[in-house]
């Protein structure tokens, strides 16, 4: 895969959790997320537990709780939406401070938030202890489409080329004393936009013809065999068999 690509929501740290294969992380968020998503609505304690899980996870990372916080502001939207569903729902309705709300809105809306702001919380725990090109290679190693993977991986490689090659178009044209700031240069900007596609259109084209002189005959060799021992499985597996024992007394309660 290459030499590694930290990236924003990566953490460096020597915790056990960043010790961990990649792909049993993937697995174990993955399987986590499943659970979290079975869970009936109306086991609101369930979903403490979870939030309680996490936090030993994140204690175990050594990843700080602003730091996961932060990064959790991704979901803004989502909950926007949850926000807005108690007064767009129809059914049964509710008073609340002296306002009618709909009470499959009210669940609904804590439905989405709790278990959205749990998956999400996950994925950035998962991001927080492993890097990009190990997560390459983790869903390599679970069997993951080789095509599928190799447009990940370039994807991540050549975002920072395209970037910077917005970042010298944009001051090439302020060099010149190019400023927008109205509908008018909105041409100047669309043909600024196509040339970047051009310029990136015609670079991977350059690395695909290198890549076939070098041997390349549509996959990836593998440089870095990832293995797990059953231990680190165990111990990747006891988020999601945890949050599998909540769930099940969430449904038997």
């Known amino acids: 895969m290459g030499a590694g690509h930290a990236h924003k929501l990566y953490r460096h740290g020597h915790s056990p959790v960043h010790g961990l294969p990649p792909h049993t992380k993937l697995a174990a968020v993955f399987a986590f997320v499943v659970v979290v998503v079975s869970t009936p609505r109306e086991a609101m304690w369930a979903f403490g537990l979870y939030a309680v899980l996490l936090g ?32 767009v729902a129809e059914g049964e309705r509710v008073d609340v401070l002296g306002v009618s709300l709909s009470v499959n809105g009210l669940w609904g809306a804590w439905n989405v938030l709790a278990k959205g702001t749990l998956g999400v919380a996950a994925s950035v725990l998962l991001a927080a202890t492993t890097e990009l090109r190990e997560l390459l290679l983790g869903l390599q190693r679970l069997k993951l489409p080789p095509l599928l993977v190799q447009i990940a991986s370039f994807m991540i490689r050549y975002g920072d080329v395209i970037t910077d090659e917005m970042r010298r178009m944009r001051i090439a044209r302020e060099s010149r004393g190019f400023e927008a700031r109205g509908v008018r240069h909105w ?10 596609f051009i310029r990136s259109y015609e670079r991977g084209e350059r690395v695909h013809l290198a890549m076939v002189s070098r041997g390349y005959a549509g996959a990836m060799p593998v440089i870095d065999e990832v293995t797990a021992s059953r231990a680190q499985w165990s111990y990747a597996l006891a988020l999601p068999v945890s949050a599998l024992a909540v769930c099940l007394l969430g449904w038997s309660l």
């Open 56 to 87: 030993v996870v994140a204690y175990a990372a050594r990843v700080p709780a602003g730091f996961l916080l932060r990064r959790l502001l991704i979901e803004v939207p989502f909950v926007a939406f949850a926000v807005l569903m108690p007064f």
């Open 187 to 196: 041409g100047v900007l669309a043909k600024s936009a196509g040339a970047l």
